[in-house]
């Protein structure tokens, strides 16, 4: 239609630009949708090089709403931050479907067809009128002649009543004023409105004398005719073609001539000579190629590559306080750019600034791990596993060794608790010390890592880098809790793939892309195989998103992709990529287009211009076919139900004598009963339409730099050339996604990675030894802590690659050395190993950890006897009162005592005891536990219920096992809490005790239960010494 | 490079080493009888709450925050802005940022007679008399602006410096860098309404990616002054028996522990628990001691409204909190009373009667604290800071009331060594935008350390490969503002 109406086919430009002096053209023309959606530019750049076009709104309107004036006195001004959201932004075909929260007035260009209750085309320009504001497009003439204006407006909105219309004008005037306005001259005016199926207007204004930046303005307006509140956001295109007769247009301008006097008075004394802010010299065009801190700033005859360019548009450069470019200089600049940055400067020379030098790939972490051959050493019969050599080689360069074996009853606690989380059973104690056959510790090892609790344990220590919370938004309110529904669902996918030993490699792939690599759109039911791909893809649903709420612009979006890039970058990367989303790296050679690239990967999914809030992101946990059995299922009932309640109000209004509505009632209640039900699964999965990323200036969404595509760190690829990425790789893919992710997801676990297998590694070994081979799990770059044993981190890294990706085997390869066996006690004098390495990284002896704060818990569980080990499924209730003390919900449910893992985790209130022993404020994620020695933790011991009701429990348990005699019940709670009996002297301290106890208590008159009392405090103080907060 | 040339890379090793090697309470130093003062800036093998040397002279020791959320109207209470009145009902000529959706560009007048008191002139508004009685002592800063206009953000702007959370509160920041001169009170104290939390709870006084010993630490006025100070069934005057009993069961504790650190040389840790049950022990009564206010005269209690139902919640808080820097605890806020609403100040409708709600209960408790404070000889050495989160708009919300603010609002300290009668900066005629002397956020952090003896350029904590600071100077342009100062 409204392409039909105005294809006054194009004609060909008359005037070439590039040649010579000023020079009569017979007619230029400017049509709208033309220059808006070919694919020039979303700037509104035409094809001599000027930018015309301006997307403008009226500063506010007057009166009451039922009678309102549309204000038309020349206050216009341009769309800006309060509705940025719609300027300058390529506007999806179905925003309104997506976001009702997008508030008109907006304008922009069509980039996909629509078609439902409103249709519109790829290619067309919507203007949409706000409540209070006129949109406008203004069309600033660049030349002077004698102009022809033809256009249409085609109100394309059919419902919401008489005043669904919209009012409109072509006007001509000044620059638009905000503050002192003008009088615009009408043209021609009128009311576009569908509903009455006369929708398309059109006007002709013909032989108009116009002057170099004379303004026309087409004003868009909801209509108000005062017998209705005025319809606002009516869906309206709007196309416009302007020809020019007897237009003359200027030269072509020259770097010398033209552009570097405008850069001289404008940027130089920032960029040139001494000062280069941003390591920016613009006095040269071979400087603005070489370019600055983001790179080269201008590409010859490319506007949209040009830094230079995007920095003067869009108003970011010069910076306020040094004043503006006046239209005619950012003309002078436009044009030189387009037509070829022409200057008798020799480029030949001329390159661009690379980031990443060839000895920044030369860093061991960059580069694809190569395994090293074990190193001969003095003492190879210590060695049990081959990192021992490695270890050992090291400590004899120093003339050290190991430190001797630690006991038996200490490598059984350590390994439960490294493994399970839990401490080993009295049962499983005795086994093992019983057990002296040869291979009783391997056993053992296996035993341990092929309980299901060990997916608990390792699972746990994933939810830590992932951030995993079962609250969605920011948990600001202690006593307010807003569940991420069904998201325990990837909470058991993570410890089941652990159980599984699933392979790494297809871990990450999972969690990054599972939904794109099943065809779950397809499917009318959802297989095991697709439920586990989708619920994996909750790996980036525990980030903080505030989107739910109309307030927020389109910041709170980014927001949202800013965080998952940090948890993302430090949990499967181990790279800190924070410092690079407003610059580039100050240590690791990590570029601001990095950041970018890689946040463009995930754009397709979160697409901050197509956004799903986060109580739309979820797909059902049953796949459609079940679905929609269930919803016809919930329909019949629901019409039982009516039908039945309609009968109980007759039969009240009758009397009901026969006494039938107390039956009705209960078969009503029986029926709401069978109603069926399905859950959510929180997944992440593309929307259609991803949006071109930009590079952010100082990282904020509202300061555009240049566009780059998805892509990989520059430093971790392998190419020496910027930009040039890995060939990528074909997949499968199936219908209705990008394919952004597994892409990335690929490359992420390919083994050219250097970084993936390598931070696994770490994180295995810091749990185990109590400190990393780096000390920053979520850093191994040059910016991270020194590597203790690079080239066992390597080697371990491409042997878990060769061994199929395989957690379990390594964990094998590590437990089994002599290494993770040896004591960690150290003799009363300082030691050699001690002056020398007092840090113990060279690992002369074993370190003792602190229990985190879950296994402190659940260890105390298992200690009162009332652990409870169901597995899976949705979180255990926690309270939330005003006091902060929150507590598991004994109301909630009969699962107060299972194991920490299953208790609803929160952002910012984790469970009160936890929170004391450091659980952290997953703001994002956690990257390693602090680990505090505070007073309160000495309280919560001393004094908390939990922790009275715990050692009660355990007295009882004790008792009941071995009766009352003092001597038994105290070799009993020695083995019972910590694992082992009692010394002489401490068996003997705690007769006294148990003794002098129960006398105070006797005195206190409670005889009978004296005993029991002074054993409690007995099974209390053990719980609270030091040895059970400890694993030697 | 080879592995080896790598391990003896230059590092800053010490605070990762510190990390690693877990953290050590102040009880393990005392032990270790290290409780002189060491420098701010000195190698940290610990993390501890020890008193520290600032990097100048400090002109004050301690600091109460009371911070009024929601963002109390300064164009109602101490920016007199007779355009508004002039100009009520019309237009308001230009463009207001706004957050809420239900506002009109009309301009809403001033709600409250605003006018100067003291010798100083100083002015405020008739909701808070006896905060006005004290204009002489108040350095009032008007041209306070911040980042982001809503609460979470803005609040987290204004506690840490970040508009985002999950990074360590200013007195998160003032106790790592001065420890506490109180080693058996925390250092850092919270005080909030019984009856529950303010917008962003106990985000506010997180000690982020700090360790735990830094955080604040709630403090009750009823019940346990700190989480499981007493056991619940005995709830806080325990009996002769079962103290003995108690004293008996930490005996053991104590000999079994020490039996197990021998076994453990040189494990500080071990022996820094052992030392926090016998601060625990000594907390109790300590805890017990600074909030027993029945240790306050008629006169002092009266002074702070605690004999009226109104004033007596955050009167109470007030109290305790010059308690508590008294005993030379470092640093405490006080979080306003939760009703009328648990962002009181948040005036978007019914502006008038909401204003006047608060004020009664916070005016009279302030001005008493400062009242007390002044006659202890106290004030030249503890900062108190009145403030709110950010400002509010000129144009009218609903019919009644006004938006968000990040453009302006007022800020009023006292004591410490800022100038007393002073009134410093001004916003446009409308009160819309900070314009004469503007002060941001981290630029009043700058100058709370300065007064501190803290170089806010210098007191630093690497997390993630940077080394944090709370104003980030090089990105916020954070500036001591001598203007505020003695």
Redesign the interface.
Known sequence: MVRALLVAVLTVICWAPGVGAEEPAKHAQWRLVAEQVNGKSHRAEDEYGYEPWRFLRT??S?GPVAARRWIRDGKY?PLDH?SERLFNQPILGSIYQVDPTWKAPFVGGVTATHTADVTWKKGEVLVTPGP?HAAILAWQSPVSGVLAIRGTVDNRQTCCGVNSQVNWYVERGSSPD??NGFKPVTLAQGISDDRVKQGVSRFDVLDLEISVGDYIYIVVDARADGTATPHHGDATAVDVLLTVSGATLPPPPTFKQDVLPVLASNCLECHGGDVREADLDLRTVSGMIFGGESGSVLTPGKLETSYLWTMIQSGQMPPQEAGTLSAAEKGVIRRWISGGAATDEDLTKARVREFVSAEDR???AFQPPRQPPLPAIRNPGLATSPIDYFLLKRLEEKGLTYSATASRETLVRRLAFDLTGLPPTTRQVDAFLEDTSPGAYEKLVDRLLASPRYGERWGRHWMDTVGYVDVRL?D????TLYPNEGIWRYRDYIIRSFNADKRYDQFLQEQLAGDEMVNWRDASEWTPEIMEKLVATGYLRSIEDHTSE???GIERRY?VLFDMMTMVS?SMLGL?F??TRCHNHK?DPITQRDYYRLMSFFESSYNPHAWLRPQERWIPDVGPVARADIDRHNAEVDGKVNNLQSRIKELEKDGDEAGQVSAIKKTVTDLNGSKRSYGKIQALFDVPNPPVTHVFRRGDCFKRGLPVTPGFPEVLTPSARPGQQLARVELPLPPGTSGRRLELAHWITSRQNPTTARVIMNRLWFHHFG?GII??P??IGR?????????ILDWMAVEFQQGGWSLKKMHRLVLTSRAYRQT?????ELTRA?QLDP?N?LLWRQN?K?LESEIIRDALLAASGRLDLHSFGPPVPVTRP????SMVDAEGGNGQNRRSVYIFARR??PL?FME?F?SP?M??NC??R???????????Q????FM?GVAGDAARRIEQAVGNEPAKLVRSSYRTILGRLP?E??QQ??LE?LS??AV??A??SQDEKAGALAFA??C???L????F??VE | ?S?NE??H?P?P?SR??A???????L??LAMRGLLHAEAIDGQRTS?DMKPRSPHFRPKARAVIQLFQNGGPSQMDLFDPKPELTRQAGK?Y???V?T???GNK?IIFPTQFEIKPHGVCGMNFGAPLPHMAAMADDWCMVRSMYTVNN?H?FAISMFQSGKP???YPAMGSWITYGLGSENQDL?GYIVLRD????N?????VW?S??M???YQG??F?SQ?NA????????RPSQA?Q??Q??DR??MQ??S???R???L?????Y??E???A??E??AR?QLAAADVLDLSKENEETRALYGMDNPTTAGYGTRCLMARRLVESGVRYVQVFPPLNPSFQPWDSHGNLKNGIQAISDRVDKPTAALITDLKRRGLLDEVIVMWTGEFGRIPITEGSDGRDHNRNAFTTLMAGGGFKPGYTHGATDDFGYKAIEDRVSVPDLHATIFRQLGIDHTRLSFLN???QERLTDPEVTGARVVGDLLV
């Open positions: 500063t506010s007057e001004v309060s209070e905000v503050v030369e860093y061991w920011y600001g309110d202690a006593t109309a307030q927020y927001e430090t800190t924070e410092c240590y400190e000390a920053t979520d850093n910016n991270g802590a020194p590597p203790s044993h690079p080239e960690s006690r150290r003799p009363a001690e840090d990284r003792m602190r005003v006091s902060g003390l910012v209130y009160k004391i450091d404020i703001a994002i990257s390693r602090m680990n505090s020695t505070t007073v309160l933790q000495s309280f919560a001393l004094n908390s219920d009275i010394g002297e401490e301290a705690c005790f002098v106890q105070g208590y005195a206190e405090d007995l209390h103080m053990l609270c010494m030091n040895e907060l400890y | 490079m592995s790598m391990n890379a590092y090793l990762r080493a990390l690693a090697a877990c953290s050590m309470s009880g393990g993390y237009p000529p230009g463009a940022e957050f809420q959706l560009n809503n979470p985002f959370f999950g925390p019984p009856a529950g939390y917008t962003s709870g106990k985000a997180s982020g990616w360790p735990a010993l630490t709630e009750n019940g700190v989480h499981h100070l007493h056991r619940s069934s009996s028996a079962s003995a009993s008996r069961s053991l504790l000999r079994l522990n039996q197990h650190s076994l453990h040389p040189r494990e840790e071990l820094a628990r052992i926090n049950f601060m625990a907390m993630k490969g940077r």
